[in-house]
């Protein structure tokens, strides 16, 4: 009787852990933002005029996430906000991206906002951004971006 109560609670515990996991948003990686056949490299020889120009301002994005809530990890560059808390930032896959380096292709950039603001421990880590994904551009001071994102939360990586 022992084994038949241990199994059936095992069974509920199974049943109830898969029913969290199923609510957990896919996975986005940066690889999934860019269509098949898309090749960076195609893209006009880079100036070497001192100018933070973006090589591909129009890159073409990809619609299977358009409307969905995912989860994206990346870094994050602030564009508003406070000490405290950021309203608005560029998600991009690589420290430095738009800063220190010329912008990635606009289909490796995603724009994140926050209505209440988030808390940004260190621009330095990495994190994921969890939120409703769009397709619709935004175009911003520092480069042109293929995605938006409105935010639900932020975690480490």
């Given at each position: 009787m022992k084994k038949v109560v241990c199994m059936a609670m095992a069974?509920?515990?199974l049943v109830l852990t898969s029913s969290v996991w199923a609510d957990e948003?896919?996975?986005v990686y940066w690889e999934?933002?860019?269509p098949e056949g898309f090749n960076e490299l195609d893209a006009p020889p880079a100036s070497h005029d001192g100018k933070m120009t973006q090589l591909q301002p129009d890159a073409p994005v990809v619609h299977t996430y358009n409307g969905q809530v995912v989860r994206?990890?990346?870094f994050v560059v602030p564009l508003e906000g406070t000490a405290e808390k950021t309203t608005e930032f560029l998600l991009v896959p690589y420290?430095?991206?738009c800063i220190h380096v010329p912008p990635p292709p606009s289909n490796q950039i995603v724009h994140v906002t926050f209505a209440e603001g988030v808390a940004i421990d260190d621009l330095y880590d990495a994190v994921?951004?969890?939120g409703t994904l769009s397709t619709e551009g935004w175009k911003g001071e520092i480069a042109s971006v293929g995605y938006q994102l409105t935010g639900i939360s932020v975690a480490p990586f």
């Open positions: 069974g509920l515990l948003p896919p996975e999934d933002l860019v994206i990890p990346g420290f430095g991206a994921w951004v969890t």
